[in-house]
């Protein structure tokens, strides 16, 4: 497995899917922020369900490469940003 492409790639995906999930914890939680329905949806479906999905995949592979000690050209500010997202994340849907 390519690990220097993979881990990139769904490292900047987690990076848009997080913000996405910002976005719709901040249209759920203030009241009267209405959002057009495509918007709503976008947002809904980037942030809620596939931000968690995405993470995960990416905490696994960053779990591979710490395992294989593999040097991957990552930004540290990625990598504690969807860490960090990863655990607000499971505390918000799952609690």
């Not at 939680?29 to 959002?35: D, H």
């Not at 980037?46 to 592979?61: C, Q, S, T, Y």
């Not at 930004?75 to 655990?87: A, C, D, K, S, V």
Request: hydrophobic residues 60%.
């Amino acid at each position: 497995m390519n690990y220097k492409a993979y881990v990139p790639f769904f490292s900047r995906l987690a990076v848009l899917c997080n913000i996405c999930f910002l976005i719709d914890l901040a249209i759920m939680y203030i009241p009267g922020w209405q959002l057009p329905n495509f918007l709503g949806n976008f947002f809904g479906v980037m942030g809620l369900e596939m931000a968690p999905f995405v993470n995960i995949v990416l905490g696994v592979l960053m779990i591979a490469v710490i395992i294989k000690k593999i040097e991957v050209d990552l930004r540290n500010w990625q990598t504690f940003f969807n860490m960090g997202m990863l655990l607000i994340q499971l505390i918000t849907l799952f609690a």
